[in-house]
């Protein structure tokens, strides 16, 4: 099947399904020498699996991660990296009567369509379960751009209607929504709770701040650094909105408004704001890189909905199962990790932009 790859320099493939033995990833490309093991990898797993609080799936899942190639001696050695994560509390039979019709909401119909067949344990390859791939392989990603001074940091902005006022990096992890507002997580709680009342659920924003990027990354015309954190982000599955910078409110503002002014500080190139978000052209312009990714609610909800067969004919249905009431508080780290990914693909890639950089790098009198 495609789709199922992701990067150039630095590549991954997922496999897996929900409801199949295990979820898994492949990393090619990865440099040597990186100091790796499945701690490394398993703080970020842990921000991302199932029983977190009252607003995830209750499937217990340890989501313990299990490193089979391309480490030895805790040490990256250049080659492919295989992990695997096995699932253990799969509940199929929960999904048994949804074989004969479409949810609204998933990717029932569209699966069915494109492949005239579809693992509906679950959503098979369309469930949120296959972004533990993309977080183990970010999870190196994010290791090597910690060793360059380079920071992600992705939050939720906004449940619902209930939107953050304040920014307290702090605030992340101390909150079952992960809001950088203690205030404002407060009244995400409550807000999901009512949700949970009306057999409902919510969608949200996450917004991502990247600092310490050099300027340069990136490429013009089809390789743009914000096309390329747009598609990574937009391949998460419910995700429906991306912006970066200013995003559509650029669309209402003027040039004069709009653009960001220049000026030098202690020898250094700054800027005095930062609608751009940190690219320009399609190229980092070294100010901090700032995006939002909105996400949709979960379509498995337990008030009745209409929806069709697949053999054409009209009826309701109330889904059954254990779900989430709102995908944004575990997307978070699944942000970061998808923008590291990408982040380093460009850093690799711009080693080779310059002819005095190569020269410089393969200078006899530096070795």
Not at 49 to 62: L, M, W
Request: hydrophobic fraction near 35%; aromatic fraction near 6%.
């Amino acid at each position: 099947m495609a789709g199922s790859t992701f990067g150039n320099l630095i590549n991954i493939m997922t496999w897996g399904e929900s409801h199949g033995n295990g979820m898994g990833v492949v990393v090619v490309g990865c440099p040597a020498g990186i100091e790796l093991n499945e701690t490394d990898i398993q703080k970020y797993l842990n921000r991302r699996k199932p029983g977190q609080s009252r607003f995830t799936t209750a499937r217990a899942e340890s989501d313990r991660v299990e490193i089979l190639s391309g480490v030895f001696e805790g040490k990256t050695t250049g080659t492919p990296i295989s992990m695997v994560v096995m699932n253990y509390d799969q509940r199929s039979r929960d999904y048994s009567e949804i074989a004969s019709y479409y949810r609204p909401g998933h990717a029932d119909y569209t699966f069915d369509q494109k492949f005239g067949f579809r693992d509906y344990r679950g959503g098979g390859r369309s469930s949120g379960r296959e972004t533990i791939a993309r977080v183990a392989a970010g999870a190196i990603a994010s290791k090597i751009l910690n060793q360059m001074g380079i920071s992600i940091t992705a939050y939720t902005k906004s449940i619902g209607p209930v939107s953050i006022d304040t920014f307290d990096p702090e605030q992340i992890e101390n909150n079952q929504v992960r809001m950088p507002d203690a205030i404002a997580a407060e009244k995400a709680i409550a807000y999901l709770e009512e949700c949970m009342k009306k057999q409902d659920s919510s969608g949200g924003v996450i917004a991502c701040r990247v600092t310490g990027v050099p300027a340069g990354l990136g490429n013009p015309a089809l390789e743009k650094l914000d096309a390329n954190l747009a598609k990574a982000i937009f391949s998460i599955g419910a995700v429906k909105s991306f912006e970066i910078g200013s995003g559509k409110n650029a669309a209402s503002s003027t040039g004069s408004q709009n653009n960001d002014p220049i000026r030098m500080l202690e020898g250094n190139v700054t800027f005095d704001t930062n609608n751009a978000g940190g690219i320009l052209g399609g190229i980092s312009n070294g100010d901090t890189i700032y995006m939002e990714a909105g996400f949709k609610p979960t379509p498995s909800i337990s008030s009745e909905q209409k929806t069709v067969t697949r053999g054409g004919e009209n009826i309701h249905i109330s889904i059954k199962g254990r779900h989430d009431p709102v995908i944004v508080p575990r997307a978070v780290v699944v942000v970061e990790c998808m923008t590291a990914l990408v982040l380093v693909d460009a850093l690799l890639e711009n080693m080779a932009a310059r002819l005095d950089r190569i020269v410089d790098f393969y200078n006899p009198e530096k070795r």
